[in-house]
């Protein structure tokens, strides 16, 4: 386990914590804050206006950051949802993410595969994969991916993963 606030060096650590969670939960007990500390090592924060916001975020370049936050329930109960993202901040949201070492979608896919986690890809209008939706019992997910950069478009790189439980 990791100790908490150590903060990840690349975006490939940070998404291997997130998988490390994604493969601990098993319903919405375990999508709270401290269970969330344990797993990741990550120190959470709460939202001071609403405690049922929390997460916990970080630089990783000047063009990118990382998040992942709980996803507030409109009827005011606990959350079961959360979202890791990638966050590009760069002035055109094209940022090369070679540099923050990303997690690539066949690791992703790996490590969801070895916790039980069946996939498939979600096909859009024009049948490009919009996110791909994996499930295992209660939980599912949403793994939205990018090309690594415009040289490295086929290389795709896991850019968010919305988790419900």
Known sequence: MNTPSHAPATAAEIGRRVLQLIDSIHGPEQVDAAHIERVTGMKVEFNDA???????????????????????????SRPHRLVFSLDDLSAGANADMAPIAPLGLADCEQALASAGYTGAPNRGRYGQVEFWEYQRGD???QVHVRGESDAKA????????????
């Open 50 to 76: 609403n405690p049922q916001q929390y997460g916990f975020g970080g630089q990783l370049s000047q063009d990118w950051a990382y998040n992942l936050v709980s996803l507030t329930e409109l009827d005011g």
């Open 139 to 141: 939980v599912s997910l």
């Open 154 to 165: 086929e290389h795709a790189c896991v850019s968010m993963i919305v988790i419900n439980a």
